[in-house]
């Protein structure tokens, strides 16, 4: 007796009115901790500009009207190798339109690309060429918003990147490619890695690239590059040490309370939005950030969602790091990874394959990014290099124009 395939299921986000509640009297309830004076965003986020957004999110922000925006997208869930998994399916009007995948990071979800859904799936509708159409296959990464709960440890990108690859083969598409920021930055190659024959191209933005400990290889770096690499050393890392260390145990503070999962992710914004030095709203609409943070609260993801960078930065690499390798002061190492093809050889894997990616591969840079591209080209398969001067980290976001355009471009040139 064989087992039959679990079925694709029309899925509707619809929070019980009693999470809402339940969201609204804890941000009233809040126990807020004292502040040194005139520290400003140094030490972590302002109480005042804080509190300022905790009270909209309780009496200004609408959550049933982003929840209605989200679900005017076909929305579905099946299970791939016993994962659960959430995904908007966009079909083009175009008939010849290109599977393509969008694949989110931390602290992202679907809802980061709202704003490219339509350019992307309907180019004709915005001023586009109907060529440049893509069919839209949006996935909740394994433990993020609706895509849970994991299946058990070790979902890692290369777990993650298996469980998608069965989800396009069971919606029918047999080339396709694939598209990812932040952890989706790991997990798209590995698609293509793992599936060289479907996968046609895979772009990224927000990679991150490293040392390996060879010879030579920060000789030569440019001006930009050389202040790409000492930004990734000068990072302040505490959340990646959270998460990578101990989510479970930063995940309990984050469920129980909604101020400190607004706090948890809105500093990533203040930190990776371009301007660097302007609040997280002027480069993000406001309430485009809080229903990404309410994704998280009320599908209590805070936990899960970390589980990828336990994975990813395993306790081997840690190990390896410490030992400094490749960086002469052990707490840059601990931060970031040594021997890559050391550290790859962990059970729980590595940020970055030893083996390297055969599939052509487009890297779009913006101006916070701190991708180097000697390296990029070391493990991926670059045929295409775009430098932005302008957009973040959540360039879907902010400069949706900007990311939509590379993808197209690089589409047509691998397509």
């Known amino acids: 007796m064989t087992n039959a395939t679990p079925a694709i299921v029309p ?30 965003w140094s030490r972590g986020v302002p109480q005042a500009y804080l509190r300022d957004l905790a009270e909209h999110w309780r009496t200004g922000y609408d959550w049933r009207k982003h929840e209605a925006a989200l679900n005017e ?6 299970t791939v190798d016993g994962q659960k998994i959430h995904f908007l399916h966009v079909r083009s009007p175009e008939p010849d339109a ?62 993650m990147a298996g469980v998608l690859t069965g989800l396009m083969a069971r919606l029918g598409y047999t080339r396709y490619g694939v598209q990812g920021y932040d952890t989706g930055s790991w997990v798209a190659p590995e698609m293509g890695k793992q599936a060289p024959d479907q996968v046609i191209g895979v772009h990224v933005n927000a990679l991150i690239t490293f040392p390996v400990g060879a010879e030579g290889e920060t000789d030569g770096l440019t001006e930009t ?19 990578s260390k101990r989510p479970q145990t930063v ?31 002027d480069s993000v609409d406001r ?52 021997d890559a093809s050391d550290a790859s050889d962990a059970d729980a894997g590595d940020w970055a394959s030893a083996a390297r990616g055969t599939v052509p591969t487009g890297v779009l840079v913006s101006v916070h990014d701190v991708t180097i591209r000697r390296w990029a080209e070391r493990d991926h398969h670059v045929v295409r290099w775009t430098e932005l001067d302008r957009g973040g980290h959540f360039l879907a ?4 124009d900007l990311l939509v355009g590379d993808i197209r471009a690089f589409f047509g040139q691998v397509r």
């Not at 009115?17 to 807020?32: I, V």
């Not at 799936?121 to 109907?130: E, L, M, N, V």
């Open 251 to 281: 995940g309990y503070a984050l469920t129980d309370s909604p101020v400190g999962q607004l706090a948890w992710i809105v500093e990533k914004y203040k930190e990776l939005t371009d301007p660097e030095d302007g609040l997280p709203e």
């Open 73 to 78: 997208h076909p929305q579905f869930t099946t």
């Open 397 to 400: 976001q902010e400069a949706p």
């Open 98 to 159: 290109t599977p393509l995948v969008l694949l989110h990071g931390w602290p992202g979800s679907v809802a980061d690309f709202l704003d490219v859904i339509g350019p992307l799936s309907d180019p004709r509708a915005h001023g586009g060429d109907p060529a440049d159409a893509f069919h839209l296959v949006i996935p909740s990464l394994p433990g993020f918003g609706f895509s849970t709960p994991l299946a058990g440890p070790g979902m890692g990108a290369a777990r």
């Open 287 to 338: 309430d485009r950030i809080l229903t990404g943070v309410s994704l998280y609260w009320l599908t209590g993801t805070a936990a899960s969602a970390a589980q990828v960078y336990y994975e990813e930065i395993s306790a081997a690499a840690w190990s390896d790091a410490a030992s400094g390798d490749w960086s002469a002061d052990a707490s840059d190492a601990d931060t970031w990874s040594a």
């Open 11 to 40: 899925f509707r986000i619809d929070i019980p009115q009693d999470l809402l509640d339940d969201l609204h009297a804890r941000l009233a309830a809040t126990r807020w901790p004292g502040e040194l004076p005139g520290v400003g």
């Open 225 to 243: 590059e050389q202040r790409r690499w000492q930004s990734m050393q000068d990072f302040n890392d505490g959340y990646l040490q959270c998460n």
